[in-house]
């Protein structure tokens, strides 16, 4: 008796190799891994997925930075991220962002759609990055935006600030110079974002307030720059720069 391997045909037997691939091949609900795909803050599939090294959990990129401001633990196992700076913590993770789009039909393509109806309802130019292929309305609107200068500046920072400093507080004086107030950012970056630059390039202490006033304007850390540069108008604009004061004071006790 001749012994055949398990999985293979006798020599006598005509086999379909792609058939019997496809019928041993196993296939799995996506559902089974939600846990690995979708992010534990929002219940979504990851957009921008986003790992806290702490800990390697992933969120996305916007559930975790919303979260952050409120807390320095993990949503899912409560680690301490960061006494102070949680922010400091966390890395993009594109990967797995690949992973999840491969896995989820369309999600990317919808995903696109959204952020560039996001731009075009607010009047604001669309990033590069949301376009495979930019669509011509897109691509004349940044034509015409775009700044006339001979070095090359990515899209997504749209915004150019000047920081001014204007003093601290009496009995704040442990703190370093801004060497460089003037930045290029994101339009979507928001006031928070400007308040933890100037932290890091200051080096101040967890007890130090930044107050940060656009005009006559004291500004909401939640605001983006896009909302504040339009909420103000011309007047906060000296030469094309969004110039925003700030200055270093003592929280206020209770």
């Given at each position: 008796?001749?012994?055949?391997?398990?999985?293979?045909?006798?020599?006598?037997?005509?086999?379909?190799?792609s058939?019997?691939?496809?019928?041993?091949?196993?296939?799995?609900?996506?559902?089974?891994?939600y846990?690995?795909?979708r992010?534990?803050?929002?219940?979504?599939?990851?957009?921008?997925?986003?790992t806290?090294?702490?800990?390697?959990?992933?969120?996305?990129?916007?559930?975790?930075?919303?979260?952050?401001?409120?807390?320095?633990?993990c949503?899912?196992?409560?680690?301490?991220?960061?006494?102070?700076q949680?922010?400091?913590?966390?890395?993009?993770?594109?990967?797995?962002?690949?992973?999840?789009?491969?896995?989820?039909?369309?999600?990317?393509e919808?995903?696109?759609?959204?952020?560039?109806?996001?731009y075009?309802?607010?009047?604001?130019?669309?990033?590069k990055?949301?376009?495979?292929?930019?669509?011509?309305?897109?691509?004349?609107?940044?034509?015409d935006t775009?700044?006339?200068?001979?070095?090359?500046?990515?899209?997504?920072?749209?915004?150019?600030?000047?920081?001014e400093?204007?003093?601290?507080?009496d009995?704040?004086?442990?703190?370093?110079?801004?060497?460089?107030?003037?930045?290029?950012?994101?339009?979507?970056?928001?006031?928070?974002h400007?308040?933890?630059f100037?932290?890091?390039?200051?080096?101040?202490?967890?007890t130090c307030?930044?107050?940060v006033?656009c005009?006559?304007h004291?500004?909401?850390?939640?605001q983006?720059?896009?909302?504040?540069?339009?909420?103000?108008?011309?007047?906060?604009?000296?030469?094309?720069?969004?110039?925003?004061?700030?200055?270093?004071v003592?929280?206020?006790?209770?």
């Amino acid at each position: 008796m001749d012994l055949v391997p398990f999985g293979h045909s006798s020599p006598g037997e005509s086999t379909n190799i792609s058939d019997s691939e496809s019928e041993d091949e196993t296939k799995l609900p996506l559902n089974q891994f939600y846990p690995y795909i979708r992010c534990a803050l929002c219940c979504g599939f990851l957009i921008d997925a986003t790992t806290v090294t702490e800990c390697l959990h992933s969120f996305c990129k916007s559930c975790i930075v919303k979260h952050f401001f409120s807390s320095n633990r993990c949503p899912t196992c409560s680690t301490v991220v960061h006494q102070t700076q949680p922010l400091y913590n966390i890395r993009p993770d594109r990967k797995l962002q690949d992973i999840v789009y491969k896995m989820v039909p369309f999600l990317e393509e919808l995903e696109r759609e959204e952020m560039y109806n996001f731009y075009t309802d607010r009047g604001l130019e669309v990033p590069k990055s949301v376009f495979v292929t930019s669509p011509p309305a897109a691509k004349k609107q940044r034509k015409d935006t775009a700044p006339q200068s001979a070095s090359s500046i990515p899209a997504e920072l749209d915004v150019s600030l000047l920081l001014e400093f204007v003093g601290a507080e009496d009995g704040i004086s442990d703190y370093k110079p801004l060497d460089r107030p003037y930045v290029r950012v994101s339009g979507e970056a928001t006031v928070r974002h400007v308040e933890l630059f100037i932290r890091k390039k200051m080096q101040l202490g967890p007890t130090c307030q930044v107050d940060v006033v656009c005009g006559d304007h004291l500004l909401d850390r939640y605001q983006s720059l896009k909302e504040v540069q339009n909420f103000v108008g011309q007047e906060a604009l000296q030469d094309g720069l969004l110039v925003l004061h700030f200055g270093l004071v003592l929280p206020a006790e209770d």
